[in-house]
């Protein structure tokens, strides 16, 4: 079985940075495609950024391009979101995803995962 715990998330000034991690259960990581999204209050849920299984694709979201940026070290099962010059705007439940990725492709939709995390919240408030 497959499971996704997402740590790092917290309570941060405008401006400042977090990391925030998603440590993978299962022998086939390497051959997952994993994305980040998250849900802010009334609002629809919204990728945040996504990566290949080999690491050579990336995709983000226009919000947070040039600010986050998604990595993932396949030698500790875990894909981490590095955020920097956080807004309030950034404020959500973070979740991480995974799915099996045969073709080295980036997923941008929800649907096209089939395993979750829980979620970590980040708040970005003075």
């Known amino acids: 079985q497959v499971q996704l715990v997402e740590s790092g998330g917290g309570l941060v000034e405008p401006g400042g940075s977090l990391r925030l991690s998603c440590a993978v259960s299962?022998?086939?990581?390497?051959?997952?495609?994993m994305g980040w999204f998250r849900h802010a209050p009334s609002k629809e849920r919204e990728l945040v950024a996504a990566i290949s299984w080999s690491g050579r694709k990336t995709t983000y979201a226009d919000s947070v391009k040039g600010r986050f940026t998604i990595s993932r070290e396949d030698a500790k099962n875990v894909v981490y979101l590095q955020m920097n010059s956080l807004k309030p705007e950034d404020t959500a439940i973070y979740y991480c995803?995974?799915?099996?990725?045969?073709?080295?492709?980036?997923?941008?939709?929800?649907?096209?995962?089939?395993?979750w995390g829980q979620g970590t919240q980040v708040t970005v408030s003075s």
């Open positions: 995803a995974g799915e099996n990725d045969y073709g080295d492709y980036v997923f941008m939709d929800s649907s096209e995962y089939r395993y």
């Open positions: 299962g022998r086939t990581f390497r051959s997952y495609a």
